[in-house]
Protein backbone atom coordinates (compact mmCIF):
# COMPACT_ATOMS: atom_id res chain seq x y z
CA UNK A 1 0.00 0.00 0.00
CA UNK A 2 1.46 3.70 -0.38
CA UNK A 3 3.04 5.00 2.64
CA UNK A 4 1.67 7.71 4.16
CA UNK A 5 4.38 11.11 4.18
CA UNK A 6 3.99 14.69 5.73
CA UNK A 7 3.42 17.06 3.55
CA UNK A 8 6.33 19.55 3.99
CA UNK A 9 5.39 22.25 1.73
CA UNK A 10 2.99 24.79 2.20
CA UNK A 11 1.75 27.47 -0.02
CA UNK A 12 1.19 30.50 2.10
CA UNK A 13 3.06 33.77 -0.47
CA UNK A 14 0.31 36.45 -0.66
CA UNK A 15 -0.34 37.55 2.96
CA UNK A 16 1.83 40.52 3.83
CA UNK A 17 4.39 42.88 2.85
CA UNK A 18 7.21 41.42 -0.14
CA UNK A 19 10.31 42.21 2.01
CA UNK A 20 8.78 40.70 4.93
CA UNK A 21 7.82 38.11 2.49
CA UNK A 22 11.70 37.58 0.75
CA UNK A 23 13.03 37.95 4.24
CA UNK A 24 10.85 34.90 5.40
CA UNK A 25 10.89 33.18 2.26
CA UNK A 26 14.81 33.01 2.43
CA UNK A 27 15.39 32.05 6.25
CA UNK A 28 12.19 29.08 5.13
CA UNK A 29 14.22 27.36 2.02
CA UNK A 30 17.26 27.85 4.33
CA UNK A 31 15.80 25.85 6.75
CA UNK A 32 14.16 23.25 4.47
CA UNK A 33 17.19 22.54 2.67
CA UNK A 34 19.17 22.08 6.18
CA UNK A 35 16.31 20.04 7.35
CA UNK A 36 16.62 17.87 3.99
CA UNK A 37 20.58 17.17 4.76
CA UNK A 38 19.89 16.27 7.77
CA UNK A 39 21.81 19.37 9.44
CA UNK A 40 18.75 19.36 12.03
CA UNK A 41 20.54 22.10 14.42
CA UNK A 42 20.93 24.57 11.85
CA UNK A 43 17.30 23.89 10.28
CA UNK A 44 15.89 24.38 13.76
CA UNK A 45 17.79 27.75 14.07
CA UNK A 46 17.20 28.79 10.95
CA UNK A 47 13.14 28.26 11.10
CA UNK A 48 13.17 29.51 14.36
CA UNK A 49 14.04 32.59 13.04
CA UNK A 50 12.03 32.89 10.32
CA UNK A 51 9.16 32.15 13.29
CA UNK A 52 10.47 35.37 14.68
CA UNK A 53 10.45 37.34 11.11
CA UNK A 54 6.08 35.97 11.00
CA UNK A 55 5.93 37.60 14.70
CA UNK A 56 6.84 40.89 13.64
CA UNK A 57 5.44 41.15 10.51
CA UNK A 58 1.38 42.12 10.02
CA UNK A 59 -0.60 39.69 8.75
CA UNK A 60 1.20 36.96 9.25
CA UNK A 61 -0.09 34.22 11.05
CA UNK A 62 -0.51 31.91 8.12
CA UNK A 63 3.45 32.32 7.59
CA UNK A 64 3.82 31.22 11.29
CA UNK A 65 1.76 28.24 10.60
CA UNK A 66 4.02 27.16 7.26
CA UNK A 67 6.46 27.20 9.58
CA UNK A 68 5.43 25.57 12.76
CA UNK A 69 4.76 22.87 10.29
CA UNK A 70 8.50 22.67 9.17
CA UNK A 71 9.51 22.90 12.76
CA UNK A 72 7.02 20.22 13.73
CA UNK A 73 8.91 17.76 10.71
CA UNK A 74 12.46 18.74 12.55
CA UNK A 75 11.33 17.97 15.91
CA UNK A 76 10.26 14.74 15.37
CA UNK A 77 13.26 13.75 13.11
CA UNK A 78 15.07 14.39 16.52
CA UNK A 79 12.77 12.42 18.86
CA UNK A 80 11.07 15.46 20.22
CA UNK A 81 7.74 13.95 19.76
CA UNK A 82 5.77 16.02 22.42
CA UNK A 83 7.15 19.21 21.15
CA UNK A 84 6.61 17.84 17.15
CA UNK A 85 2.83 17.77 18.56
CA UNK A 86 2.40 21.19 20.17
CA UNK A 87 4.24 23.07 17.14
CA UNK A 88 1.57 21.69 15.00
CA UNK A 89 -1.10 21.84 16.66
CA UNK A 90 -0.14 25.33 17.09
CA UNK A 91 0.05 26.31 13.19
CA UNK A 92 -3.60 24.25 12.39
CA UNK A 93 -4.65 27.31 14.76
CA UNK A 94 -3.04 30.02 12.93
CA UNK A 95 -4.17 28.83 9.87
CA UNK A 96 -7.97 28.44 11.51
CA UNK A 97 -7.37 31.85 12.31
CA UNK A 98 -5.52 33.31 9.07
CA UNK A 99 -7.60 31.59 6.19
CA UNK A 100 -11.49 31.40 5.55
CA UNK A 101 -12.55 27.76 6.03
CA UNK A 102 -12.62 25.63 4.80
CA UNK A 103 -9.44 25.50 2.59
CA UNK A 104 -6.84 23.28 1.15
CA UNK A 105 -4.04 24.68 3.51
CA UNK A 106 -5.76 24.02 6.98
CA UNK A 107 -6.60 20.23 5.52
CA UNK A 108 -2.87 20.00 4.62
CA UNK A 109 -1.77 20.87 7.90
CA UNK A 110 -4.61 19.01 9.86
CA UNK A 111 -3.52 15.90 7.73
CA UNK A 112 0.49 16.23 8.82
CA UNK A 113 -1.03 16.17 12.43
CA UNK A 114 -2.76 13.23 11.94
CA UNK A 115 -0.13 11.48 10.66
CA UNK A 116 2.47 12.66 13.90
CA UNK A 117 -0.62 11.41 16.49
CA UNK A 118 -1.12 8.63 14.94
CA UNK A 119 3.18 7.80 14.74
CA UNK A 120 3.10 8.52 18.55
CA UNK A 121 0.00 6.32 19.40
CA UNK A 122 -2.62 8.72 19.93
CA UNK A 123 -4.98 7.01 17.82
CA UNK A 124 -8.45 8.57 19.12
CA UNK A 125 -7.05 11.86 18.63
CA UNK A 126 -5.78 11.03 15.49
CA UNK A 127 -9.42 9.47 14.05
CA UNK A 128 -10.95 12.59 15.11
CA UNK A 129 -8.13 15.39 13.19
CA UNK A 130 -8.09 13.17 10.31
CA UNK A 131 -11.75 13.49 9.71
CA UNK A 132 -11.86 16.91 9.79
CA UNK A 133 -9.01 16.98 7.43
CA UNK A 134 -11.09 15.04 5.16
CA UNK A 135 -13.98 17.26 5.67
CA UNK A 136 -11.98 20.29 4.65
CA UNK A 137 -10.58 18.85 1.61
CA UNK A 138 -14.18 17.59 0.64
CA UNK A 139 -15.60 21.12 1.31
CA UNK A 140 -12.99 22.72 -0.59
CA UNK A 141 -13.50 20.65 -3.67
CA UNK A 142 -10.17 19.95 -3.64
CA UNK A 143 -7.85 16.00 -3.39
CA UNK A 144 -4.99 17.93 -2.08
CA UNK A 145 -2.78 16.85 -5.45
CA UNK A 146 -3.72 13.43 -3.38
CA UNK A 147 -3.49 14.42 0.27
CA UNK A 148 -7.14 13.71 0.33
CA UNK A 149 -7.07 10.17 -0.81
CA UNK A 150 -4.04 9.84 1.65
CA UNK A 151 -6.55 10.71 4.78
CA UNK A 152 -8.75 8.45 4.23
CA UNK A 153 -6.98 5.52 3.82
CA UNK A 154 -4.60 6.29 7.01
CA UNK A 155 -7.87 7.47 8.77
CA UNK A 156 -9.10 3.43 7.90
CA UNK A 157 -6.07 1.65 8.85
CA UNK A 158 -6.23 3.74 12.31
CA UNK A 159 -10.31 3.12 12.64
CA UNK A 160 -9.10 -0.50 12.12
CA UNK A 161 -6.64 -0.41 14.75
CA UNK A 162 -9.20 0.84 17.38
CA UNK A 163 -11.50 -1.89 16.51
CA UNK A 164 -13.53 -0.05 14.55
CA UNK A 165 -14.06 -2.16 11.38
CA UNK A 166 -17.63 -1.70 10.35
CA UNK A 167 -16.65 2.44 10.50
CA UNK A 168 -13.50 1.98 8.33
CA UNK A 169 -15.21 -0.02 5.24
CA UNK A 170 -17.81 2.40 5.29
CA UNK A 171 -15.67 4.78 4.78
CA UNK A 172 -13.68 3.33 2.05
CA UNK A 173 -16.99 1.75 0.64
CA UNK A 174 -18.69 5.08 0.44
CA UNK A 175 -14.99 6.86 -1.14
CA UNK A 176 -15.40 4.25 -3.78
CA UNK A 177 -18.57 4.27 -4.58
CA UNK A 178 -18.29 8.23 -4.64
CA UNK A 179 -15.49 7.92 -6.87
CA UNK A 180 -17.77 5.74 -9.49
CA UNK A 181 -20.55 8.29 -9.38
CA UNK A 182 -18.11 10.70 -10.49
CA UNK A 183 -16.87 9.25 -13.67
CA UNK A 184 -15.26 12.71 -14.68
CA UNK A 185 -12.87 12.46 -11.81
CA UNK A 186 -11.92 8.93 -11.31
CA UNK A 187 -9.59 8.08 -8.55
CA UNK A 188 -5.98 7.09 -9.24
CA UNK A 189 -5.53 3.47 -9.58
CA UNK A 190 -3.09 3.07 -7.11
CA UNK A 191 -5.29 4.45 -4.27
CA UNK A 192 -8.19 2.70 -5.59
CA UNK A 193 -5.96 -0.53 -5.19
CA UNK A 194 -5.16 0.51 -1.57
CA UNK A 195 -8.69 1.07 -0.84
CA UNK A 196 -10.39 -2.37 -2.57
CA UNK A 197 -7.56 -4.28 -0.44
CA UNK A 198 -8.16 -2.59 2.68
CA UNK A 199 -12.25 -3.02 2.36
CA UNK A 200 -11.50 -6.80 1.50
CA UNK A 201 -9.32 -7.06 4.07
CA UNK A 202 -12.09 -6.18 6.92
CA UNK A 203 -14.55 -7.94 4.63
CA UNK A 204 -12.56 -11.48 5.06
CA UNK A 205 -12.40 -10.70 8.97
CA UNK A 206 -16.07 -10.45 8.72
CA UNK A 207 -16.96 -13.61 6.65
CA UNK A 208 -17.65 -11.73 4.52
CA UNK A 209 -15.71 -13.71 1.76
CA UNK A 210 -18.02 -13.39 -1.92
CA UNK A 211 -18.11 -9.54 -1.19
CA UNK A 212 -13.96 -9.28 -1.24
CA UNK A 213 -13.91 -11.92 -4.33
CA UNK A 214 -16.15 -9.81 -6.12
CA UNK A 215 -14.10 -6.52 -5.44
CA UNK A 216 -10.55 -8.18 -5.65
CA UNK A 217 -11.25 -10.04 -8.88
CA UNK A 218 -12.00 -6.54 -10.29
CA UNK A 219 -9.34 -4.82 -9.02
CA UNK A 220 -7.15 -7.43 -10.76
CA UNK A 221 -8.74 -7.19 -14.63
CA UNK A 222 -7.93 -3.22 -14.05
CA UNK A 223 -4.30 -4.25 -13.09
CA UNK A 224 -3.69 -6.19 -15.77
CA UNK A 225 -3.92 -2.98 -17.93
CA UNK A 226 -1.80 -1.42 -15.88
CA UNK A 227 1.89 -2.09 -15.86
CA UNK A 228 3.13 -0.16 -12.58
CA UNK A 229 -0.27 -0.10 -10.47
CA UNK A 230 0.39 -3.79 -10.99
CA UNK A 231 3.78 -4.34 -9.67
CA UNK A 232 2.95 -2.63 -6.69
CA UNK A 233 -0.33 -3.98 -5.84
CA UNK A 234 -0.62 -7.30 -7.22
CA UNK A 235 1.14 -9.47 -5.07
CA UNK A 236 -0.89 -8.14 -1.90
CA UNK A 237 -4.21 -8.52 -4.40
CA UNK A 238 -3.02 -12.35 -4.93
CA UNK A 239 -2.46 -12.68 -1.31
CA UNK A 240 -6.02 -11.53 -0.01
CA UNK A 241 -7.91 -13.59 -2.73
CA UNK A 242 -5.84 -16.74 -2.20
CA UNK A 243 -7.23 -16.33 1.33
CA UNK A 244 -11.06 -15.51 0.42
CA UNK A 245 -11.25 -18.56 -1.83
CA UNK A 246 -9.76 -20.48 1.22
CA UNK A 247 -11.97 -19.37 3.22
CA UNK A 248 -15.19 -20.03 0.88
CA UNK A 249 -14.04 -23.24 0.81
CA UNK A 250 -13.12 -22.76 -2.84
CA UNK A 251 -9.39 -25.13 -2.57
CA UNK A 252 -8.62 -25.08 -5.96
CA UNK A 253 -8.82 -21.31 -6.73
CA UNK A 254 -7.13 -20.87 -3.32
CA UNK A 255 -4.32 -23.22 -4.77
CA UNK A 256 -4.22 -21.48 -8.53
CA UNK A 257 -4.12 -17.94 -6.81
CA UNK A 258 -1.03 -19.13 -4.31
CA UNK A 259 0.44 -19.92 -7.51
CA UNK A 260 0.15 -17.11 -9.42
CA UNK A 261 1.35 -15.21 -6.49
CA UNK A 262 4.60 -17.32 -5.95
CA UNK A 263 5.24 -17.16 -9.96
CA UNK A 264 4.72 -13.59 -9.62
CA UNK A 265 7.18 -13.18 -6.45
CA UNK A 266 9.58 -16.06 -7.33
CA UNK A 267 12.40 -13.57 -8.41
CA UNK A 268 11.75 -10.83 -5.75
CA UNK A 269 12.71 -10.25 -1.91
CA UNK A 270 11.94 -13.20 0.65
CA UNK A 271 8.84 -12.35 2.47
CA UNK A 272 7.12 -14.27 5.28
CA UNK A 273 4.19 -13.51 3.04
CA UNK A 274 5.88 -15.75 -0.04
CA UNK A 275 6.25 -18.37 2.83
CA UNK A 276 3.17 -18.86 3.65
CA UNK A 277 1.95 -19.12 0.31
CA UNK A 278 4.54 -22.04 -0.42
CA UNK A 279 3.75 -23.74 3.11
CA UNK A 280 -0.58 -23.78 1.83
CA UNK A 281 0.68 -25.17 -1.80
CA UNK A 282 2.80 -27.71 0.49
CA UNK A 283 -0.63 -28.72 2.44
CA UNK A 284 -3.12 -28.32 -0.48
CA UNK A 285 -0.79 -30.57 -2.60
CA UNK A 286 0.07 -33.15 0.39
CA UNK A 287 -3.95 -33.25 0.68
CA UNK A 288 -4.19 -35.08 -2.67
CA UNK A 289 -1.30 -37.27 -2.21
CA UNK A 290 1.12 -35.47 -4.65
CA UNK A 291 4.01 -35.88 -2.32
CA UNK A 292 6.56 -35.01 -4.79
CA UNK A 293 5.53 -31.71 -5.62
CA UNK A 294 4.31 -30.73 -2.22
CA UNK A 295 7.98 -31.41 -0.54
CA UNK A 296 9.28 -29.04 -3.24
CA UNK A 297 6.67 -26.24 -2.02
CA UNK A 298 8.03 -27.17 1.73
CA UNK A 299 11.86 -26.86 0.70
CA UNK A 300 11.32 -23.50 -1.43
CA UNK A 301 9.44 -21.86 2.13
CA UNK A 302 12.65 -23.05 3.92
CA UNK A 303 14.72 -21.91 1.72
CA UNK A 304 12.93 -18.26 1.94
CA UNK A 305 12.69 -18.60 5.74
CA UNK A 306 16.61 -19.11 5.94
CA UNK A 307 17.03 -16.35 3.21
CA UNK A 308 15.20 -14.06 6.14
CA UNK A 309 17.07 -15.45 9.01
CA UNK A 310 14.16 -17.01 10.22
CA UNK A 311 15.29 -20.75 11.36
CA UNK A 312 14.42 -20.34 15.10
CA UNK A 313 11.00 -19.42 14.33
CA UNK A 314 7.54 -20.84 14.55
CA UNK A 315 7.44 -21.03 10.96
CA UNK A 316 10.15 -22.41 10.77
CA UNK A 317 9.01 -25.53 13.22
CA UNK A 318 5.72 -25.53 11.03
CA UNK A 319 7.23 -26.37 7.60
CA UNK A 320 9.64 -28.63 9.12
CA UNK A 321 7.11 -30.71 10.91
CA UNK A 322 4.78 -31.05 7.54
CA UNK A 323 7.92 -31.97 5.48
CA UNK A 324 8.85 -34.36 7.68
CA UNK A 325 5.03 -35.88 7.39
CA UNK A 326 5.77 -35.98 4.08
CA UNK A 327 9.70 -37.82 4.12
CA UNK A 328 7.85 -40.58 6.43
CA UNK A 329 5.10 -41.17 4.07
CA UNK A 330 7.70 -41.96 1.57
CA UNK A 331 9.50 -43.97 3.61
CA UNK A 332 12.56 -41.92 4.09
CA UNK A 333 13.19 -42.45 7.63
CA UNK A 334 16.69 -40.40 7.81
CA UNK A 335 14.89 -37.41 6.43
CA UNK A 336 12.36 -37.70 8.30
CA UNK A 337 13.58 -38.25 11.42
CA UNK A 338 16.21 -34.73 10.60
CA UNK A 339 13.49 -32.81 9.74
CA UNK A 340 10.65 -33.83 12.89
CA UNK A 341 13.62 -33.87 14.81
CA UNK A 342 14.56 -29.94 14.34
CA UNK A 343 11.07 -29.16 14.57
CA UNK A 344 9.88 -30.91 17.46
CA UNK A 345 13.34 -29.03 18.89
CA UNK A 346 11.91 -25.80 18.05
CA UNK A 347 8.58 -26.43 19.06
CA UNK A 348 9.96 -27.55 23.02
CA UNK A 349 12.25 -24.37 23.13
CA UNK A 350 9.15 -22.02 21.96
CA UNK A 351 6.70 -23.58 24.64
CA UNK A 352 3.73 -22.02 23.12
CA UNK A 353 2.08 -24.74 20.82
CA UNK A 354 1.50 -27.83 23.14
CA UNK A 355 -0.75 -29.63 20.47
CA UNK A 356 1.45 -28.87 16.86
CA UNK A 357 4.44 -30.14 19.77
CA UNK A 358 2.67 -33.20 20.54
CA UNK A 359 1.70 -34.06 16.69
CA UNK A 360 5.43 -33.96 15.54
CA UNK A 361 6.87 -35.85 18.84
CA UNK A 362 3.64 -38.43 17.44
CA UNK A 363 5.42 -38.73 14.16
CA UNK A 364 8.54 -39.13 16.25
CA UNK A 365 7.68 -41.59 18.21
CA UNK A 366 5.94 -43.67 15.29
CA UNK A 367 8.75 -43.62 13.04
CA UNK A 368 11.43 -45.03 16.16
CA UNK A 369 8.43 -47.35 16.92
CA UNK A 370 8.76 -48.91 13.55
CA UNK A 371 12.88 -48.98 13.69
CA UNK A 372 12.26 -51.37 17.10
CA UNK A 373 13.93 -48.36 18.90
CA UNK A 374 11.78 -48.23 21.87
CA UNK A 375 13.87 -46.61 24.29
CA UNK A 376 13.54 -43.17 21.36
CA UNK A 377 9.61 -44.19 20.72
CA UNK A 378 9.12 -43.89 24.45
CA UNK A 379 10.75 -40.05 24.84
CA UNK A 380 8.56 -38.98 22.14
CA UNK A 381 5.15 -40.33 22.60
CA UNK A 382 5.65 -39.54 26.52
CA UNK A 383 6.48 -35.86 24.83
CA UNK A 384 2.93 -36.28 23.41
CA UNK A 385 1.18 -37.19 26.00
CA UNK A 386 2.60 -34.72 28.15
CA UNK A 387 1.79 -32.08 25.84
CA UNK A 388 -1.64 -32.94 25.09
CA UNK A 389 -2.65 -32.99 28.59
CA UNK A 390 -2.01 -29.20 28.40
CA UNK A 391 -4.71 -28.94 26.00
CA UNK A 392 -8.20 -28.26 26.52
CA UNK A 393 -11.37 -31.38 26.48
CA UNK A 394 -11.80 -31.22 22.89
CA UNK A 395 -8.56 -32.93 21.98
CA UNK A 396 -9.35 -36.08 24.43
CA UNK A 397 -9.01 -37.98 21.44
CA UNK A 398 -5.97 -37.24 20.53
CA UNK A 399 -4.84 -37.82 23.89
CA UNK A 400 -6.24 -41.12 24.16
CA UNK A 401 -4.61 -42.36 21.05
CA UNK A 402 -1.23 -40.71 22.20
CA UNK A 403 -1.96 -42.83 25.28
CA UNK A 404 -2.57 -45.91 23.16
CA UNK A 405 0.56 -45.55 20.91
CA UNK A 406 2.32 -45.57 24.39
CA UNK A 407 0.55 -49.14 26.06
CA UNK A 408 1.15 -50.33 23.01
CA UNK A 409 5.35 -49.24 22.46
CA UNK A 410 5.17 -51.13 26.34
CA UNK A 411 3.63 -54.08 25.28
CA UNK A 412 6.12 -54.67 22.10
CA UNK A 413 8.88 -53.84 24.69
CA UNK A 414 7.65 -56.36 27.12
CA UNK A 415 7.43 -54.10 29.51
CA UNK A 416 3.71 -55.07 30.59
CA UNK A 417 3.19 -53.06 33.89
CA UNK A 418 3.82 -50.00 31.96
CA UNK A 419 1.63 -50.90 29.64
CA UNK A 420 -1.29 -51.52 32.47
CA UNK A 421 -0.86 -48.35 34.35
CA UNK A 422 -2.30 -46.75 31.63
CA UNK A 423 -5.46 -48.54 31.54
CA UNK A 424 -7.78 -46.72 34.06
CA UNK A 425 -6.98 -43.34 31.95
CA UNK A 426 -7.58 -44.57 28.89
CA UNK A 427 -11.12 -46.11 29.87
CA UNK A 428 -12.04 -42.88 31.65
CA UNK A 429 -11.21 -41.32 28.32
CA UNK A 430 -12.96 -43.78 26.23
CA UNK A 431 -15.95 -43.02 28.43
CA UNK A 432 -15.84 -39.30 28.36
CA UNK A 433 -15.77 -39.54 24.65
CA UNK A 434 -18.68 -41.97 23.84
Known sequence: MSRILFYLFLSFYSLYAS????????????????????DYQTAE???KQAIAVTEKADNGAAYKASSLNLLAFIQEAQGQHEQAMTSLSTAVTLAKQALASPDEQIATLLFNQGVLLQKNNQLNKADSVLDESIEQFQLSHSDGGGKLWQAIILRAQILISLGK??????????????????????LPLSIESDLVLLAADIQLNKDQCYQAINSLEHLKKKLSHDTISAAENLPALLSLLSRAYEKSGQADKAAATREQFVKLQNQGTPSMTMVMQLNELGLYQQ?????????????????????????????????????????????????????????????????????????????????????????????????????????TPENDGSLLLALQNLQSLYIAWGKSEKAAAYNLTIQDLKQRLQ
Open 45 to 47: TTI
Open 165 to 186: QPQALKLVSDTLSDATDKADTP
Open 19 to 38: AANNNWQTLQTQATDAFKAE
Open 287 to 391: QRDNLKQAEQYYQQALSQLSALGKQQSIEQATILGNLGSIQLAQHNAKAAEASLKQSLELYQHIREHPLQTARIAGYLGSLYYNQRDFAKAETAFLTAVENLQKT
